[in-house]
């Protein structure tokens, strides 16, 4: 299915259609490329980055192979078409690259009463070769609020944090609970960016910003192998004074693709509230219990 060009709507610089259900509302992008650049509750604003001339905008797939390389954004790159789109649900095929042989695929749905969208990142391998990835689901905010995740269920022996080779474990913006990991990501980070990640069963990482939470949550894969040390959530902050972002970023275990399979991995995005955020207590520990209460 490709819809006639009067079917499709814009936002921005981007064409695609809107998903909308009496609760939330999203729109779909398939030019210049496949994204979800706004998802947000009905009468209320939507944190995802939209505004900037990168690609590291809305909701986007990538991958790991088990590094990031040049190579691992380029099949989200690729311009899109509708090849299923109804009221609350609308999936896209981007064109394959030629350079990894890998195609782009999006399946989104809307809750039709909740404020939750669930995406579906896939990437085929369209090429003749089989290929060892990890499908990354990554979403862009803008430097404003918060993010917390959770260092996982207590019957974990362990916490892991993983460090990248930029980063300032002194940084002055994170903040260490007991319970979770949290990041102010307004300060200025010292080194200019943060990466850090953790190995987490519980699964999600939450943006916190105006009385309002979008939690992102991806299952986690006992045994699986995840790549970048082992994080099956890391989180960015990069804080360029013109084009500053920050990214929650979920990663699938390695998989090897068979020429033809397609590797995919379920993200749910989920809208919570505070009455008040300051009711919700200390950060990130109070906070962290205040969410688990909501996704119980």
Not at 152 to 166: A, I, S
Not at 218 to 245: A, C, I, K, Q
Request: net charge negative.
């Amino acid at each position: 299915m490709r819809p006639e060009s009067s079917a499709l709507d814009t936002l921005d610089r981007f064409t695609g259609a809107w998903l909308r259900s009496t609760v939330a509302e999203a729109f779909i992008s398939i030019l210049p490329y496949p994204r979800v650049m706004l998802f947000r509750p009905s009468g209320g604003s939507s944190p995802l980055r939209l505004e900037s001339p990168h690609p590291y905008v809305g909701i986007r797939t990538w991958f790991l192979d088990p590094e990031q390389t040049e190579r691992s954004t380029l099949p989200a790159d690729q311009p899109a078409w509708f090849n299923r789109l109804e009221p609350l649900i609308a999936c896209v095929e981007a064109e394959v690259d030629p350079v990894t042989g890998l195609q782009n695929l999006l399946e989104v749905t809307l809750d039709p009463a909740q404020a939750l969208m669930t995406v579906r990142h896939g990437l085929r391998n369209a090429g003749i070769t089989a290929q060892t990835i990890s499908v990354w689901a990554i979403a862009a905010f803008t430097r404003q609020g918060r993010i917390l995740a959770p260092w996982g269920p207590d019957r974990m022996p362990l916490r892991r944090l993983t460090w990248y080779p930029f980063d300032n474990p002194l940084e002055p913006g994170l903040l260490y609970g007991k319970r979770a990991l949290g990041i102010e990501l307004e300060p200025p980070v010292t080194t200019h960016f943060l990466k850090v990640g953790v190995l987490t069963e519980s699964g999600w990482g939450a943006h916190l910003h105006n009385e309002q939470a979008l939690v992102i949550t991806s299952p986690y894969v006992s045994g699986g192998r995840y790549p970048e040390g082992g994080s099956n959530l890391t989180f960015y902050n990069n804080s360029h004074p013109v084009d500053g972002f920050s990214e929650i970023e979920h990663v699938a275990p390695q998989h090897t693709l068979a020429p033809g399979e397609t590797g995919w991995l379920d993200v749910t995005y989920r809208f919570m509230s505070f009455a008040q955020e300051q009711e919700a207590g200390e950060f990130p520990d109070d906070y962290h219990i205040a969410i688990e209460q909501q996704l119980i």
